[in-house]
């Protein structure tokens, strides 16, 4: 049975890129600021926009949406007043791991490597089989072949 | 040969009784005309005199000061289920049947040698399959393997082992359905302790049970459902002390029969939150690199992570907060033009001294944290990815108000740092207000 394959080796098994994404970042002032997030998240429910990879900041919130969305998330979102940025061309380089948060000391060395690889890390997050990183999308495929360089070596 | 697995848990043989009720099940699959192979837990839970717990207190407890050896607590945890195996195949064969008792060494269950939370890479079945050809059950010791470098050195599987165990051996003999008995009745939407009247899942797809497990579901661990997925053989979460159908474990997408397939929980967390605002932007990429190379090199995990123009922030499990705090408390980090010095909390006689001696001279990045942290998380195949997920699940916890420190997300699971004593609340709310009730079919 030393053929079989029974559970997934221990580190990273897969690196992929995906294109054609944007970064918002919310600067939202105010009192009660958990409120005026919900303000902005009904905002996008109700104008059908669909987002993924939120995080909340101390300015706000954070989120990522398809290039599609870009025209009617800066449409709602500067109607309603709410200042923020929007960042075009976008990549996510997806790290899948399984069982990453049992791993100690990966989710902070795949970001060492990140950084010393010289690219600008947009957004990041990780859920137990994974962690993202959204960068340019200029230098998602060079930074992606760097990762596989470090983790697989000269394995495609 | 139609070969059945069936795993209990510690509490499925915890007395005579439920011993009789496991053995007479481990009978009527063989009367059926099945060949059975019983997977076993150590016997009862924490305060049982073998269960795992127990062993641990009883060698940590030798001297609370010592760091406890890895190696050797895997050989006194695998004690447990050594003594479950033996009186388990005796109340076997006290109800006639043949059985014999294995370790998982025996059993040809192979590790990849990481003492404490070994993972499967092999199983040599030629032992089972040949006292299953005489006759005889084999009953075999969950949560165990040898490593494969050297068989001699036992390795235990980490938390909820025994199943992967009961999956592993499952699939390696290619059984027909692995059944996994506990104290419940099957995979419930969501932590009865939380919510009482939470209903059993009937079908789930392994991709969904697997996220529920890694999410905190404590019904049946993910990597046994992993493998299950990996082989295709047919799972099943039964209730050992009720005649319940259970949950049937399925290769196929049935979120048609619920939108949300459950609220989970999970972990004691402390979030760290570090205020990058005074650290000037062409200064920050060595900073962050410094402080992951530290985290990395001191194996300190984290959860949750995030990057925003105002700062960093992450979670680590309540058990390394010390380890981390040590390390990054009055952390200097050295600058051409000036060093910044890391302050948790209110300035601790560490970052004053450290002050003193560089004359006031290093810029202090405050880290401010949040203990008595957990997760609650939302898991639903066909939920995610349409427009006002978020706001739905946010708001209700707003309304309620349950403060959210950060948020993660994946393809069909979304999760939310949360004060650890709101977390049967939040849980309660959002099973309430998001779960639609299974359809039972």
Not at chain 1, 84 to 110: C, D, N, Q, T, Y
Not at chain 2, 141 to 162: K, M, N, P, V
Not at chain 2, 240 to 257: A, W
Request: charged content about 25%; hydrophobic content about 45%.
């Amino acid at each position: 049975m030393k053929d079989m394959l029974f559970e997934a080796p221990r580190g990273v098994t897969e690196i992929e890129v995906s294109h054609g994404f944007a970064q918002v970042q919310t600067h939202l002032g105010g009192q009660d600021l958990a409120a005026t997030r919900l303000q902005v998240l009904k905002l996008l429910a109700d104008s059908n926009i669909s987002h993924k990879y939120l995080q909340l900041t101390p300015e706000g919130l954070a989120f990522v949406i398809r290039d599609a969305q870009v025209v009617p998330a800066i449409e709602v979102l500067s109607a309603a007043g709410f200042k923020f940025e929007l960042h075009e061309g976008r990549s996510i380089i997806l790290v899948k791991a399984p069982g990453i948060w049992e791993e100690k000391g990966m989710i902070a060395s795949v970001m060492e490597a990140a950084i010393a690889s010289g690219v600008e890390v947009d957004h990041v997050g990780d859920m137990h089989d994974r962690m993202y990183m959204v960068v340019r999308g200029e230098v998602a495929e060079d930074t992606a072949a760097k990762f596989r360089r470090q983790v697989f070596g000269s394995k495609p | 040969m139609k070969i059945k697995v069936l795993k209990f848990g510690g509490t499925s043989v915890a007395t005579v009784e439920a011993r009789a009720a496991a053995a007479q099940r481990v009978f009527d699959a063989r009367q059926a005309g099945f060949a059975p192979i019983a997977v076993v837990s150590a016997i009862g839970r924490k305060g049982a005199p073998y269960a795992t717990d127990t062993l641990i207190g009883e060698y940590r407890s030798v001297n609370p000061q010592l760091e406890p050896q890895a190696r050797e607590l895997d050989l006194i945890m695998a004690c447990g289920e050594i003594i479950s195996a033996v009186i388990f195949a005796q109340t076997c064969r006290s109800l006639g049947l043949r059985a014999t008792a294995l370790t998982g060494a025996q059993a040809g269950l192979e590790t990849d040698g990481r003492y404490g939370n070994a993972r499967v890479c092999g199983v040599n079945a030629k032992r089972i399959l040949s006292l299953l050809e005489e006759g005889c059950t084999p009953v075999i010791c969950g949560f165990q393997g040898a490593s494969e470098e050297d068989r001699s050195e036992i390795t235990t599987l980490g938390r909820g082992g025994t199943d992967t165990t009961a999956a592993a051996i499952g699939a390696a003999v290619r059984a027909c359905a692995v059944e996994i008995f506990t104290d419940v009745d099957g995979i419930k939407t969501a932590d009865p302790d939380a919510v009482p009247n939470a209903p059993t899942l009937r079908k789930v797809s392994y991709e969904e049970v697997a996220e529920l497990a890694h999410l905190g579901a404590k019904v049946l661990h993910p990597r046994s459902a992993e493998i299950a997925m990996r082989h295709a053989i047919p799972l099943w979460v039964k209730n050992s002390f009720s005649g319940d159908e259970g949950t049937e474990i399925v290769d196929e997408d049935v979120s048609y029969e619920h939108e949300l397939t459950g609220i989970t929980h999970s972990g004691k967390l402390v979030y760290l939150r570090f205020d990058l605002t005074d650290i000037l932007a062409d200064r920050r990429s060595e900073f962050e690199r410094r402080l992951f190379s530290l985290l990395a090199q001191f194996d300190i995990g984290l959860y949750m992570l995030n990057l925003s123009p105002a700062g960093i922030g992450f979670a680590v499990e309540r058990l390394q907060f010390p380890s981390a705090e040590r390390l990054l408390d009055g952390l200097l980090i050295p600058s051409e033009n000036e060093p910044v010095i890391l302050q948790l909390g209110s300035p601790s006689q560490k970052v004053q001294a450290q002050q003193t001696l560089l004359g006031g001279k290093a810029r202090p990045v405050r880290v401010e944290i949040t203990e008595g942290c957990t997760m609650i998380s939302v898991v639903g195949r066909s939920y995610f990815g349409r427009p006002g997920v978020f706001y739905s699940i946010l708001s209700i916890l707003n309304e309620d108000k349950v403060q959210v420190f950060q948020t993660a997300d994946s393809d069909f699971s979304v999760s939310f740092l949360i004060p650890e004593t709101e977390t049967h609340r939040a849980v309660r709310v959002l099973h309430d207000r998001l779960v639609v009730t299974p359809k039972i079919k």
